[in-house]
């Protein structure tokens, strides 16, 4: 089975503060995404990495940034965190090609920025 | 813009009965769709999937159902269980890119003893 972990369940921050969420996956997988979870909205795709050292934006990637040092390791960045950013954050991974294989999610990391 | 949405936010069914699950798309160009299941505290889990040149396709205790004329799909679970409560979502992807990807707000299985 794919696993895909995320680093911390739950993280309270200070606005302003610097935050990063850490996720892993075993599988060897290529794609990689980051999600935020709001009530009401449904999954929002902030970043994703085709592969090591690639990145592309997606619908909210404002206030964010993300690494891809390692194949099994996505970072996302919170560079300056606001309130606004308070959600939860998935972490997820499929197997390429996308658009034919569903995606894998960790458990999730609940975020409050104070 | 497109969306994919949900008809009822809340469903509530009693053990054991059928469950009916459904959600409506909009990008006719749409041709992968997924269901979801997210328990509390955890994140979302694969159920079945369906490509857009079928019309039915069944898993354990689930079925999916699209409607390509109304862009309509549904999930149906059978003898429905305590441990199917949670939040279902469905995603439709039309393109090989993650920006191609976009998920329903979801709607909430409770179950009645």
């Known amino acids: 089975d794919v696993k895909v972990t995320q680093s911390s369940r739950y993280l309270v921050k200070r606005t302003g503060e610097k935050v990063f969420l850490e996720c892993v996956q075993d599988?060897?997988?290529?794609?990689m995404f980051w999600y935020r979870q709001d009530p009401g909205l449904g999954l929002r795709l902030i970043y994703f990495?085709?592969?090591?050292?690639?990145?592309e934006k997606g619908d909210i990637p404002e206030g964010y940034s993300v690494s891809r040092e390692k194949k099994e390791r996505f970072s996302l960045i919170l560079e300056s965190a606001s309130t606004n950013q308070t959600s939860m954050y998935l972490c997820?991974?499929?197997?390429?090609?996308?658009?034919?294989?569903?995606?894998?999610f960790g458990d999730g990391t609940r975020l409050s920025i104070l | 813009g497109e969306s994919v949405g949900l008809h009822l936010p809340t469903l509530s069914v009693q053990e054991g009965d059928n469950s009916i699950i459904n959600c409506a798309y909009s990008n006719s160009a749409s041709d992968y769709f997924i269901w979801y299941k997210q328990e509390s505290g955890k994140g979302p889990q694969f159920i079945i999937d369906?490509?857009?040149?079928?019309d039915k396709r069944q898993g354990q205790r689930v079925t999916v159902l699209l409607n390509k004329t109304v862009k309509h799909l549904s999930l149906q679970i059978a003898a429905t269980q305590p441990g199917d409560s949670a939040v279902y979502f469905c995603a439709e992807n039309w393109g090989s890119s993650a920006s191609k990807i976009i998920f329903g707000s979801g709607t909430r299985l409770s179950i009645r003893p």
């Open positions: 369906i490509r857009s040149n079928m």
């Open positions: 990495s085709y592969d090591v050292k690639m990145k």
């Open positions: 599988m060897d997988h290529e794609n």
């Open positions: 997820a991974s499929s197997l390429a090609p996308l658009g034919t294989s569903s995606q894998h």
